[in-house]
Structures are given as C-alpha cells and as structure tokens.
C-alpha cells in the first residue's frame, strides 16, 4: 500500500511509510521479509522504532451473542534510531519468523475466508501511529497440506472456516484465538454426524490435529460433540499413507473414542475493546472434489478448501475496510480525548 497516509499523531507534514512484503505467501514458523519504505515529510525527525504487528480477524462468543474484531497476535521490532530528514527516502530491510499457529489462510491459491494483516508502526519522538496495513497470505505445511488432501480424497466438504477467540484445553495452543475449518461427512459418515471441525495446531516438531464432531442424536439419545486429538511428525508426510490415517481419525471420532473430553474446550471472555462487531463471511461452501484449480493442481485440486475462492473470496477484499474501521474508531477516540 503505497504511503497509504500521513501519521496523523505526528501532525500534517509528518513522514509516510508503506511496508512491502517479498513473495506471495509464507508457511507457519517461517520466515516474512521485506522492506518498509520510509519518506519524510515537510522537517527532519527521529525514528525512534519501526514495529510490525500481526492481526487476525477473530470471532468470540459471551454472553450478549457473538462479535468479531481485530486480535494482535505478535510485533516485532524490526529497525529505529535513526534522523530521518525532509523529503528524505529510506528503506528499511526485515525478516521475522511467524508463530507456528499462524492459520492458513489458502490453499493452492484459493482463499479459506480467514483474514490476516500485517500493521506497521513508527515511534516518532514520543508519537506513534499506524501508518500501513498490508494483507498477509498463510499457505499450509506439508503436513497440514497432506491432512487437507486426504480429507478430499475422503468426500468431505467443506463448509466454512473461521478464526475463534479461547483456548483449548489439553493441547499446547499458544495463540489467543484456533483456527475452525468446518467439514460436512461424505455419505458413509453422514448417518453418524452433521458436521466435523478441524483445528491445527503446529509446533516446531509437529503437528496437533484436534477433530470435533456434531453427533446425530437416536431415538432415545440427544446429538453431542465429541472430540479426539492426534499428533503427527513433519517428517511423517512422505512415509505415512494419509488416506488410511485420516480415516482411522474419523472412525475413531464417530464411534466416540474421544482422546479427552468435549469440556476440554475453554473459551476465554473477549475484551470489548479488542473485539469490535462486525459482519463475518459464511455460507454453504460446495463439495470439497470440486477442482476450481483442477487444471493446475491435478490431484490436489480435489482438496478441501479448493472450492473455498467461491463463496470467500470477499472476505480477501475486506481487509482495508476491517482493520482500518477500527483505527479510525481508535482514532476518533483519541481526539475526543485530546479534546477534553
């Protein structure tokens, strides 16, 4: 986003900034570069700090319903200490390591609806403000990757995917908030459950895979969630037949083997002014085999998520509207407060 706008703490005539980020999309636990691009504005001032914050969008659910908003969920100093003059153009390199839970926001280059952004900051002499937001792109692991691949090649659809607000209980989930990517059963499961949640939870040696599923309830007997969690080596993707894995997973979860409770799920109360209300992007995605990139990806077209550009593609185009309506509302209260 070229030098989207002045950094309205510092005044007009401040300096600009916009952070390019290289390459198309990073892994989890891997490396984002670039560059923020600096110029000054109308005098010379002192960069105190250049930092960079990750945001997600996030839904949380308390007691008044459900909301959505904006979480940070890391920063980084990446450069400061130095005069910047007027007019003058600086560029300053970086490279930071994500979070290993940093969720996947495509696959094969088709969006899943999940939105992340990457927000650059400057300290300027005792002034900071938010001066460029850029969309950052998360494509899967070659774990993950070979999970995703064996649930297409199961027949399992896929339905939405989405970021929640808490922690689950029993795992070594780091972040604030875990991915969902919700699944609806092929034919030979659909008698025992109406939908599967998957969540990933990756780690430098590893992988969590935690399964919930919506039971169908009989005659006698209510519907229930029932939950299972297994763990898989990065160094297991070539060697493992992930069809035959997968299955057991979902055999296992269907017929109630939990490897913990259903309570194990604990949802943290969100703080209002991290979570600002707003629209979320949902709907009734179509069958995971069907290949939007059949052409290109051969058998991993047939993946879940392939199909997902369809029905959320707009959230990608949202990004601007969703983290900067928050700055503004940020803003805004600043200058009421300046104002009193």
């Known amino acids: 986003m070229v030098f989207k706008r002045l950094l309205g703490a510092i005044g007009v005539g401040g300096p600009s900034v916009d952070t390019v980020l290289d390459g198309e ?3 989890p636990g891997g490396a984002l570069s670039g560059q923020v691009r600096l110029r000054g504005g109308g005098a010379a001032v002192e960069i105190e700090e250049i930092c ?12 008044e319903g459900e909301s959505e908003g904006a979480v940070a969920f890391d920063r980084y100093v990446v450069g400061g200490g130095f005069r910047l003059g007027a007019d003058e153009e600086r560029s300053v390199p970086f490279s ?18 999940v939105v992340l952004g990457v927000r650059t900051e400057l300290a300027v002499a005792d002034a900071r403000d938010r001066g460029d937001l850029d969309l950052l792109t998360v494509r899967p692991l070659p774990v993950q990757e070979a999970v995703l691949e064996a649930l297409g090649q199961l027949a399992f659809g896929f339905r939405s995917a989405d970021l929640e607000h808490g922690r689950i209980g029993g795992t070594g989930q780091r972040l604030p908030f875990y991915q969902e990517i919700e699944l609806t059963p092929p034919p030979r499961y659909a008698h025992a459950v109406t939908e599967i949640e998957l969540t990933f939870l990756a780690t430098v040696s590893g992988l969590e895979v935690v399964l919930e599923a919506d039971k169908r309830g009989g005659p006698l007997t209510p519907g229930h969630d029932a939950l299972t ?3 898989v080596r990065h160094e297991d993707v070539p060697v493992l037949d992930w069809n035959r894995e997968v299955d057991g997973w979902i055999r296992r979860l269907t017929e109630h083997r939990e490897a913990y409770d259903a309570q194990a799920y604990v949802h943290s109360a969100p703080h209002a002014d991290h979570l600002a209300g707003h629209l979320a992007v949902h709907g009734s995605g179509p069958s995971v085999g069907t290949a939007v990139a059949a052409g290109a990806a051969g058998a991993a077209g047939a993946a879940v998520g392939v199909a997902v550009g369809m029905v959320a593609a707009e959230a ?18 600043s200058e009421e407060v300046q104002e009193d």
């Open 25 to 27: 999309a990073v892994l």
């Open 52 to 63: 960079l914050e990750l945001l997600a969008r996030v839904e949380a659910e308390h007691e």
């Open 96 to 113: 930071v390591t994500v979070p290993w839970e940093t969720p996947v926001t495509e696959l094969y280059g088709q969006p899943l609806g």
């Open 229 to 231: 969690r297994f763990t």
């Open 316 to 333: 990608v185009d949202e990004i601007g509207d969703f983290f900067e309506g928050e700055e503004e509302d940020e803003a805004e209260e």
